[in-house]
């Protein structure tokens, strides 16, 4: 993931929704430090990480809300969990140090509206222009 300010896919939850499966939300933070971006073979041990274990969705809450419903919810509860201070810091996007990953599919969380702005802006400007 290039970072917390990226946003969910509704892949997931169409297909719990499909299968009749509820839907575990996991948040995991610092696991960027142990082996980031730009990625080599080195890997940093000894770097904080944690793991939460969000309330599950039950299957009937997956059947009853649309996954698009669902996907922001989610989001929303995943990414607030990872702010909140308890766990270690989560991975930021700074597409200034991280690069705009052309020729990737990502969306920018629209609860992120400045970084989703330099990134529509940037993806507006024609190869080689200024934005």
């Known amino acids: 993931m290039l970072g917390l300010e990226t946003d969910f896919q509704q892949g997931a939850f169409a297909l719990a929704r499909h299968l009749n499966l509820p839907v575990l939300p996991v948040v995991l933070t ?3 430090r142990v082996w ?3 990625f080599s073979p080195a890997l940093r041990y000894g770097q904080p990480v944690g793991l939460r274990v969000l309330p599950a969705l039950t299957r009937s809450e997956v059947q009853r809300c649309a ?3 669902l996907r922001v919810q989610v989001r929303r509860r995943m990414k607030a969990a990872a702010l909140d201070g308890r766990l270690p810091a989560p991975r930021r996007y700074d597409p200034e140090r991280d690069g705009y990953w ?3 599919h990502f969306s920018i969380d629209p609860d992120f509206p400045q970084v989703q ?3 529509a802006a940037h993806r507006r400007t024609p190869p ?3 934005p």
């Open 30 to 32: 610092g696991a960027h």
């Open 36 to 38: 980031e971006h730009p």
């Open 67 to 69: 996954p698009e419903t």
């Open 102 to 104: 052309h020729g990737f």
């Open 117 to 119: 702005a330099l990134v």
């Open 128 to 130: 080689g222009g200024t």
